[in-house]
């Protein structure tokens, strides 16, 4: 089978001739229709990631056609069109994920690849409304957003909610479901035209959180916040619990800013707020949100769709941030 190789780190991917994957019990044979990029692919190639293992065919999402069943499996799965659950081993606990947790595309071969092995349990319906690259587009960015703010966040109706970065593919997600539920969303980011395309999606305003003290302009426009999803840290995140009101919460999935430092405690304690951490999420997460995505008819937005060849050159477009939207590889 094609697939694109990460065979040495901070070098280009390969795309080479692969062994299509063996099947052990109860796993089931995806013929790959599509495959989305996320941030971790970009973070894995240059070495910053915890785990990793080379060569390796990296990507976590995608949606394609089973096309082959272990033999203590139903043969009637064969020929369904599924999207499939990236998070691997989460275990029995609801409220964290098990010591043996992974995420597919490494250390376990993912979908940049014409065929992916994967536990017949993880494997879900494709959202009827949605074609292959929209599908593809879902999983991990869908699974984190959906967790962030429904199960961790416990979203309600009346919340007023603030997602930084929403250029990133997982705040776009958690913009469209809390939009879809109802809710009042601002955002921040650090590109103009970024915040006008979260408004045209839904987002009541937004700021430049690269101005000084941006806290500030966004309180002053909007308020404080019952809820805020947070994926930078670093040393704006003392802006970011200034703009939590009162007993609010702020949900972290993630950390690209660096460090948190230099943040007085009296302005979490003495106002009662809560800092949740958030990272992926259960298979009962994962057909919640799916349950919640054809309910609302949800559509992940796709930037830019390459051929499975220029694997790279889709690295390099999502490494460089200039674009709005998941990127996505065409498969077959």
């Given at each position: ?16 001739e ?10 089931v044979?995806?013929?790959?229709k599509a495959?989305a990029?996320?941030?971790r ?6 070495g ?9 065919i990296?990507?976590?999402d995608?949606?394609g ?13 064969l020929?369904k ?9 989460w ?9 043996d947790?992974i995420i597919?595309g ?10 992916v ?8 319906p494709?959202?009827?409304?949605l ?8 999983p991990?960015?869908?699974l984190?957003?959906y ?11 009346t919340d007023?909610?603030l ?10 997600m ?5 939009i879809?539920?109802?809710n ?9 035209d ?8 839904g987002?009541?305003?937004?700021v430049d959180?690269k ?6 302009d966004l309180?002053q426009?909007?308020g404080?916040?019952d809820?805020i999803?947070?994926s930078?840290?670093?040393d704006?995140f003392g ?6 009101m009162p007993g609010?919460k702020?949900?972290?999935f ?10 007085i ?5 003495w ?6 951490g958030s ?18 008819k949800?559509t992940?937005?796709?930037s830019?769709?390459?051929p499975?060849?220029?694997a790279q050159?889709a ?10 939207g998941?990127?996505?590889?065409k498969?077959?």
């Amino acid at each position: 089978m094609k697939s694109a190789i990460l065979a040495q780190l901070n070098e280009p991917l390969r795309i080479i001739e692969s062994p299509k994957p063996e099947l052990s019990l109860g796993q089931v044979l995806v013929a790959i229709k599509a495959a989305a990029l996320n941030h971790r692919d970009v973070f894995i190639q240059k070495g910053l990631y915890a785990g990793i293992k080379i060569p390796i065919i990296l990507g976590s999402d995608g949606s394609g056609i089973i096309t082959e069943v272990a033999h203590d499996l139903d043969s009637n799965l064969l020929n369904k069109e599924v999207i499939m659950n990236p998070s691997l081993n989460w275990g029995d606990d609801k409220k964290h994920q098990a010591k043996d947790y992974i995420i597919m595309g490494t250390p376990t071969n993912g979908t940049f690849a014409e065929y992916v092995s994967i536990a017949a349990e993880l494997i879900h319906p494709k959202p009827s409304h949605l074609d292959w690259e929209q599908a593809a587009a879902l999983p991990l960015a869908g699974l984190t957003a959906y967790r962030a703010l429904m199960v961790q966040g416990n979203l309600q109706a009346t919340d007023k909610v603030l997602i930084t970065g929403i250029g990133g593919g997982v705040a776009q997600m958690a913009l469209q479901f809390a939009i879809a539920n109802g809710n009042e969303v601002w955002v921040t980011t650090s590109n103009t035209d970024k915040l006008q395309k979260a408004i045209q999606m839904g987002a009541r305003g937004g700021v430049d959180y690269k101005k000084e003290r941006w806290n500030k302009d966004l309180i002053q426009q909007s308020g404080e916040f019952d809820l805020i999803i947070e994926s930078a840290c670093g040393d704006g995140f003392g802006f970011v619990i200034d703009c939590c009101m009162p007993g609010g919460k702020i949900v972290i999935f993630g950390g690209t800013a660096g460090n948190i430092e230099n943040i007085i405690p009296a302005k979490i304690f003495w106002r009662q707020i809560s800092i949740i951490g958030s990272t992926m999420g259960s298979n009962e997460d994962f057909s919640q949100m799916l349950s919640f995505v054809n309910k609302h008819k949800i559509t992940p937005n796709v930037s830019t769709i390459f051929p499975l060849e220029h694997a790279q050159n889709a690295l390099d477009l999502l490494d460089s941030g200039n674009q709005f939207g998941k990127v996505v590889l065409k498969v077959s």
